[in-house]
């Protein structure tokens, strides 16, 4: 996910805007979703999903057709003549879109509306938003609204900059119709977009970052390991998209290379390679920016992969080597308990049984302590004693600890990279051992 997250970074607006993407999404019990235009297509930058029966499946970095969704006409009202070239020529390459496994093929019943695109794209540009009724598959429906950059557009109108992204809110229609999207949400996602422009409008400029150099040098001791099965070429071109990220979202040639280590010549034919895949863009100023189709690169299918599962093999193997239990955990929304996400278990004759989902309260737990250590003092909470077992004390008073021996620099955990607890479990002559380590 490296090469997706250095475009993230660079770009900025899922950091500037997500938050307001997810509130919107709890104020109206709908998917709320950020994207981009990606040539003749559209990507999604966030997701905020509703958990339901029947949810979006939709990943962050998934192409989409731009003529079969809501945020598709917003983004061709900028298109120039040779965009709509491009398009014409893959539709007739492609009909049935087969080059979108984010979608179904296009069938039948929805040739004629995706025919009439262009009209939509007039439509859209006259009215500032986009419907999608069922496009994508039957009962999909969406609304969309342009977020545009800060300043003045082409025609020097305040606050009709480029579009930065569109927001949408998508349901179906078991839920709402898509004149009643337009009717009910639209005018509270046109407040939600305000907002998000105003956000875009005070947000200050990126701190330039440290820029990263030699990038590139272990691809020389990969291939002396490795000999002639690793490529070394492929290794290196790579390197060059991650020399992208937060505070250096354009980079000039030279850039590049000082930051990779490459010479200037292996620098400039990556970045040619690259904006033929349309990977890179260049610019007028001689500068190279990443764009959206580095999601295309593996980041759609890792985007959905959660920390448990991710956990999961770690689990296993820390489990059987120490030949114990492990478990992940996490501080509940109470903040007075843990919850369990994932957990690994020996095979022995008597094992403490608990599932993922078990809640216990984190003071009396080392995984617990180390996430209530976490947190500024002023945010700990440990909550109403009750009652567990026989075998653990139902006081809290030795925790935090006071001791010299259990504190570091007289502030418990408060400036160690990483933490450790041991602690009595809630089961009997049981004991267990935390850490945390910081994101």
């Known amino acids: 996910m490296e090469l997706g997250n250095a475009y993230l970074a660079a770009l900025r607006l899922p950091d500037l805007l997500s938050w307001r993407a997810d509130a919107l999404a709890d104020e109206l019990d709908e998917s709320v979703s950020l994207a981009v235009g990606d040539r003749d297509g559209i990507r999604f930058i966030h997701q905020a999903t509703r958990r339901r029966a029947m949810s979006l499946s939709f990943r962050i970095g998934d192409l989409l057709p731009a003529e079969r969704t809501a945020p598709g006409p917003l983004f061709a009202a900028e298109w120039t003549e040779r965009d709509w070239q491009r398009w014409r020529a893959r539709r007739a390459a492609d009909p ?3 080059a979108f496994p984010a979608v179904p093929p296009r069938g039948p019943e929805r040739e004629r509306a995706a025919g009439d695109f262009e009209e939509r794209t007039r439509r859209a540009a006259a009215d500032g938003w986009s419907l999608d009724d069922q496009l994508i598959e039957p009962g999909l429906v969406a609304v969309s609204v342009p977020v545009r950059h800060p300043g003045p557009g ?3 109108r305040p606050g009709a900059g480029p579009v930065a992204c569109v927001a949408s809110v998508v349901s179906h229609t ?5 004149e009643d999207l337009r009717r009910t949400l639209l005018p509270r996602l046109r407040s939600a977009v305000t907002t998000m422009e105003d956000d875009l409008r005070a947000a200050p400029p990126p701190e330039p970052s440290a820029p990263p150099s030699g990038l590139a040098t272990w691809t020389s001791a990969s291939k002396q390991e490795l000999g002639r ?15 992208f990220g937060e505070g250096r979202p354009a980079l000039t040639l030279t850039e590049v290379a000082r930051a990779t280590g490459l010479t200037r010549a292996t620098a400039r ?8 895949a349309g990977l890179v863009r260049a610019s007028a100023d001689r500068t190279f920016s990443l764009t959206p189709g580095v999601l295309a690169l593996g980041f759609p299918p890792l985007s959905r992969t959660t920390l448990p599962r991710i956990a999961a093999p770690h689990l296993t193997a820390l489990s059987e080597r120490v030949h114990e239990s492990a478990s992940l955990a996490v501080l509940a929304d109470t903040g007075t308990e843990i919850q369990y996400t994932a957990r690994a278990a020996t095979g022995r004759v008597m094992t403490t049984d608990i599932t993922v989902g078990t809640r216990l309260p984190a003071y009396a737990t080392s995984l617990g302590r180390v996430l209530l250590a976490a947190l500024p ?8 004693l009750r009652p567990l077992t026989p075998g653990r004390s139902r006081t809290r008073t030795a925790w935090p600890p006071s001791s010299p021996t259990s504190t570091h620099a007289a502030t418990p955990w408060s400036t160690r990279n990483w933490r450790r607890a041991c602690a009595p479990s809630p089961s ?10 910081p994101p």
């Open 96 to 98: 049935q879109d087969r």
């Open 154 to 156: 082409p025609d020097g």
């Open 174 to 178: 078991s839920r709402h119709t898509a």
């Open 229 to 243: 099965e690793f490529v070394e070429s492929l290794a290196r071109g790579l390197t060059v998209l991650t020399a």
């Open 269 to 276: 034919r990556a970045l040619i390679t690259y904006e033929y």
């Open 377 to 384: 003092a002023a945010e700990r909470s440990y909550g109403a």
């Open 428 to 437: 009997p002559s049981t004991t267990a051992r935390a850490v945390w380590s």
